[in-house]
């Protein structure tokens, strides 16, 4: 607990050292600290006891006094003299998800913002898109995350709360007493859209794990507690349900508090005919001898079908597949070998081509689309045909510098309110790669917004369609359009339509992704970034693709260069 609790205590440290814009040696000296004793394999105390405070790397005398002092005392003289430093109001901007000190130092040095209000005044007044680093994306971002810090949310987006539940089973991890821990849930199957975060844990000892829980720093409030569970909202306003088991029955747990609810009653239908009872603390034979389940793939392997993965676990025919032997090989992390749609800072990106390129070579890609947006999105610093042309020769030239790795001359282009395209076909003929997708006119009728989708679609030089259904999770619901007709035309024309990985986004859905894929339509699994930061953003994306059933074979970034461009019908 004390590793923790220091851990925590000098992460903070840092922090406000930051947003005080003080010695960056010093602030990386907390920090470094902070990750050390997170991941400290011996209780701080023990150490204390034997005078080896100071053998721990990266720990000097300054930490070590602050530490015993901690230890002593249960407080820190230092900590305390910089809380008072920093304002409430501005530690307080800390808690709003996205927002860490070094944005929060530049927001300070640049606008009047001295609390969450004036936050939400300069991101409402497109002030922040004018500071170094950040964006209308970050605009977005930081609008949504005040809005959830200061309500208990509903529902939040998958890509919302995975991170938080990642960042909890980091901490649980830790605990000694911890045998086993696993988010579960509707956020372990990747539904899109979660009600809450459900984390499972392993242990013979909950109660120490309840204690070191409801002291987290994120925690504003705890709902209700016994001996095997918590429920806490989170300063972010997500609802966290903490269930503790026995280890022996964790991942029968396991399966069924992921669910879902219509799957657990087929597979337990299925059981039953089998002569079998699965229950959340064991499976059983019908004389009422227990089987001995060490992982979760025994339960399948003690019904004779294969291991469904959890993303398809929504009672969509998954089980009568299984029973056949003919579950899909779903598409995996590996198997994405390119982000075919990222914007850079020729237009609201905020990095450079070349930043782009070193992030997607980062993460072993082969090859990435630099798609910025097209002329008549004013808001969004459009590229006219002029610095279109110049983009292109840039990324020509970077080209036959590189080896091994393709950069894609592409454009996200506006479909107009009108019915056409933001550029002329002598244009779009010049382009590696042309995305097309609508950014105005989201309340047309149904039948405007599908001949503008159509026009596109039938445009030979259109290869995708970016976030079809134009939904942004709790903001604005899908425009109306006949999706299956729009289905049918592309499958004609061999036109691709995208899930955008964007976690306000997550478009198509799992459900029109899985449609897609059985009119015969290809799709790409884009990030849609940018911030290079985001292009992380793809296992959201993949989360959904699995869902939808998709393999490697439905999905064109996962096409080696030289087959991607003969899809695209261009030279290479």
Known sequence: MKNLELSWMFSEIADLLEIKGENPFKIRTYRKAANVLMNLPIKIEKLYEEKKLMDIPGIGKALASKIQEYLETGKCEFYDKIKKEVS????????????????????????????????????????????????????????????????????????????????????????????????????????????????????????TIIKVFERMPSVKQIDSKNLHHISVILDVGIRVELEIVEPRSFYTALHNTTGSQAYIKRLDKLALEQGLKIEKHGVFNSDGTEIEINKESDIYRALKIPYIIPELREDRGEIETALKNKLPQVINNEDILGDLHIHTNWSDGINSIEEVVEKAQEKGYKYVAV????????????????????????????????????????????????????????????????????????????????????????????????????????????????????????????????????????????????????????????????DVTRMDDIRFGIGIARRAWLEKTDVINCMEYKELMKFLRKKY
Do not use: W
Request: aromatic share 4%; hydrophobic share 40%; no cysteine.
């Open 88 to 207: 409430p109001d501005l530690r307080e901007l800390l808690k709003i998800p996205g927002l860490g000190p070094k944005k929060i130092k530049i927001i300070i040095d640049n606008l009047d913002v001295k609390n969450i209000d004036d936050l939400e005044i300069a991101a409402k007044t497109k002030k922040l898109r004018e500071l170094p680093g950040m964006g209308s994306k970050t605009e977005f971002n930081i609008l949504r995350a005040i809005r959830m810090f200061r309500e208990k949310q509903k529902t939040i987006p998958m890509g919302v709360g995975l991170p938080f539940a990642e960042a909890i089973v980091k901490i649980l991890e830790k605990i000694d007493v911890v045998e086993n821990v696993e988010i579960t849930g509707s956020l372990r199957r990747r539904k899109d859209v979660i009600s809450n975060i459900d984390i499972l844990v392993g242990s013979t000892d909950p109660k």
């Open 371 to 530: 798609t910025d947006h097209s002329k008549s999105l004013g808001i969004a610093k459009g590229l006219s045909e002029k610095r279109l042309m110049e983009q292109k020769e840039i990324i020509s030239k970077l080209n036959e510098k590189l080896n091994g790795f393709k950069i894609l001359s592409g454009i996200e282009m506006d479909i107009l309110r009108n019915n056409e395209l933001d550029y002329s076909d002598e244009i779009l003929e010049e382009m590696d790669l042309v995305i097309a997708s609508i950014h105005t006119g989201f309340h047309q009728d149904r039948d405007k917004i599908t001949r503008r989708l159509e026009t596109a679609i039938k445009n030979d030089n259109v290869d995708i369609i970016a976030h079809p259904t134009g939904r942004l999770l709790g903001k604005r619901d899908a425009y109306d359009v006949d999706i299956d007709y729009l289905f049918d035309i592309a499958a004609k024309h061999n036109t691709v339509f995208e899930i955008n990985s964007s976690p306000d986004r997550l478009d198509l859905n799992d459900v029109l992704a899985k449609k897609a894929k059985e009119h015969g339509i290809k799709l790409a699994i884009n990030t849609d970034s940018h």
